[in-house]
């Protein structure tokens, strides 16, 4: 598949006005972004970019804040090169390191996690994706079942495996993040993922006792009664991919329709991930 690369330059006032474009992107299609000292870079599939509907949403915008972007054509040949050149490994405390097959193991963290990235959101670099590793550190995996939902690379269902869940169902709707979370599986010695390609119709009737869901607040509030009808009474769901304002008190209103509890929630920048109770 390939793919285009925007890179953003921004000229903002505030941290969290780069992270409004991000969001609105994110929105759109766009599935993978790199931050930059002076902007950003954003991804997404030929097949799904529309530039009249980049220009009007990002129209409300532009009197903000100075942005501008240029396109790039990048052929899906060259994506692993991409990465290389840019992916540094990342830790999360002192328990997770998450690095590529190119970085130099370190035993010394409890868990490691390898990614190749490929062209799939989600290398942990990214606050949403952070945060919910940070999280899941705080909660109990041991003989769960557990539901992923926006998958990416499969780095938070690899994860919930090395915590010890009995399994993993994987789902991401894009066919490159399907392929890689099977070969991220394997790059892990992991065999209890089950990579899924398809968006909520995918879904299994079976119960979950954990559901991981960290896409963008729209496509949470569409799918989030069937997450609710999979979800075990007492089981635990983590949201992200939405900020606090005003997200986070829409994504409470809604899961309140399906019996789900609001817990509690970690920020970074402007970022949330928010943990609720069936």
């Not at 949403?57 to 054509?73: I, N």
């Amino acid at each position: 598949m390939n793919y285009y690369e925007l890179l953003f330059t921004t000229i903002t006032t505030e941290d969290y006005q780069q992270d409004l474009l991000i969001n609105a992107l994110g929105e759109i299609g766009f599935d993978t972004f790199e931050e930059l000292e002076l902007g950003f870079k954003a991804y997404i599939p030929v097949d799904d970019f529309d530039e009249a509907k980049l220009i009007e949403q990002l129209l409300p915008y532009r009197d903000l804040f100075t942005f501008s972007y240029e396109v790039t054509l990048i052929p899906q040949k060259n994506w692993n090169e991409v990465w290389e050149s840019n992916f540094e490994p990342i830790e999360i405390g002192n328990e997770i390191y998450v690095r590529a097959t190119f970085h130099p193991a370190k035993p010394e963290f409890p868990y490691e996690i390898v990614i190749d990235p490929k062209m799939a959101f989600g290398t942990g670099h990214h606050q949403t994706t952070s945060m919910m590793l940070a999280m899941m550190l705080e909660n109990d995996y041991k003989a769960k079942n557990v539901l992923d939902m926006g998958c990416g690379t499969g780095i938070l269902a690899i994860m919930a495996s090395k915590l010890g869940a009995a399994q993993v169902t994987a789902i991401d709707y894009d066919p490159v993040c399907y392929e890689s979370t099977i070969e991220n599986s394997a790059l892990n010695q992991i065999d209890n993922i089950i990579p899924l390609c398809g968006s909520k119709e995918v879904i299994p009737d079976e119960q979950c006792d954990t559901i991981l869901a960290n896409i963008n607040r729209n496509i949470l509030i569409d799918q989030m009664e069937r997450y609710a009808e999979v979800l075990k009474t007492d089981g635990e769901i983590y949201f992200s991919g939405f900020y606090e304002t005003p997200d986070l008190d829409i994504i409470t209103d809604e899961a309140r329709k399906y019996g789900l509890k609001y817990i509690a929630h970690k920020k970074d920048k402007e970022w949330v991930a928010a943990k609720f109770v069936k």
